[in-house]
């Protein structure tokens, strides 16, 4: 599917109480006249906006690379989640797929980091968004605020938190998401078909459990870069 078409058709935006089959991992969806670099995915051919540089360097990319871009349509006020994060290659992929989108993306940085002199301009550049960790709105809320008050805008977390293994993910990006009243798109890396991008758009309910259980069965079959790394996604919140 090519961009224009997946902005025509819109995103396909799922629940907790859907069926399994609408969370399945884009793999699982290959048709049978499919060519064999299809990968069971829809690969994307996709300058919609031109950014440029970025563009360029994920086209250039992609032709040489042994890894496949897939995706579903996004829709324009998104939070991406990022799993399994194993490896310093995970941001690279996620940055390469939005670039190839012509999507822009923001992460969340400190305040102090992103008023340095010299590394706050690049890392404003590349999509970094300050918050203040005293605000008396909170992160929660600060993040909220800027979903609000704009038409498009692409949050991508990692929710683990770290490349290395950790029994709970951080739920900021659940409560970002719930506060803001936005979807939340399944962002992936899977090593085992080299493939990477996103999945379906997910709309959470607010039972955590009920939406946690839809997560990790999109992610039951995905291989970080470094499996050893990987923990099975869950919340604390989940536990009480």
Known sequence: MDIDEATQRGP?????????????PPQARAR????????GARTITCPGVNM????AVAT???????WKLVCEPLPPKVVIIGAPHTSNWDGVFM???L?????????????????????GAFIRAIGGVSV??????????????????SESFTLCMTPKGTRS??????????????EAGVPIQLGFVDASTRTFGWGPTYELTGDMRADMDAIRAFYADKTGVHPERASVPRLRGEDG
């Open 12 to 24: 396909r935006r799922v629940r907790a109480g859907a069926p399994r089959r609408a969370l399945r």
């Open 32 to 39: 049978a006249d499919a060519p064999a670099s299809y990968n």
């Open 52 to 55: 440029g540089l970025k563009s």
């Open 60 to 66: 250039a990319y992609l032709a040489v690379s042994r």
């Open 95 to 97: 940055a390469v797929s």
């Open 99 to 119: 670039w190839k989108a012509g999507r822009p993306f923001q992460f969340l940085v400190k305040d102090s980091l992103a008023k340095a002199p010299v590394l």
């Open 132 to 149: 203040q960790r005293g605000h008396a709105n909170g992160l929660v809320g600060q993040v909220a605020e800027r979903f609000r008050a």
């Open 165 to 178: 293994p950790r029994e709970h993910w951080k739920s900021g990006f659940y409560r970002i998401a719930l």
